[in-house]
């Protein structure tokens, strides 16, 4: 066993923890701001952690494109369906507001009802 077979199993290893963790966080957290936290970061960072170990397991193979495609993908995407459920969380009032320490999105009009429909 080489130094690359440790560091590949030690990068899935931790990104599997990770991605369990987060699971369970979605499954036992109360609120949705909570839930939408743990489906996206712990989760991102765990898929690029296995994606990581799976490109150098890979390595040399033409695999490894579609490996950082995926990762790519999931880095442009995930912060923007955050963005957007937190967005609606807000304007359903699904939010604990002795969470917010200061509500931006008061100051722009959005009260939490659809004014456009």
Do not use: C, W
């Not at 077979?5 to 290893?13: K, N, R, S």
């Not at 040399?60 to 923007?80: N, Q």
């Amino acid at each position: 066993m080489n130094i690359l077979d440790i560091v590949t199993a030690v990068l899935i290893l931790a990104g599997s923890t990770l991605a369990l963790t987060a699971a369970i966080g979605v499954v036992r957290f109360g609120d949705t701001m909570s839930r939408m936290h743990s489906a996206t970061k712990p989760q991102v960072l765990g898929l690029l952690l296995v994606l990581a170990g799976a490109a150098i397991r890979l390595r040399g193979h033409t695999d490894i494109g579609m490996v950082i495609l995926t990762g790519m993908f999931t880095l442009i995407t995930a912060p923007v369906i955050a963005n957007r459920v937190g967005q609606l969380a807000y304007r359903e009032q699904r939010n604990r507001e002795n969470l917010l320490t200061r509500d931006e999105m008061a100051e722009f009009g959005e009260t939490g009802t659809d004014d456009q429909n």
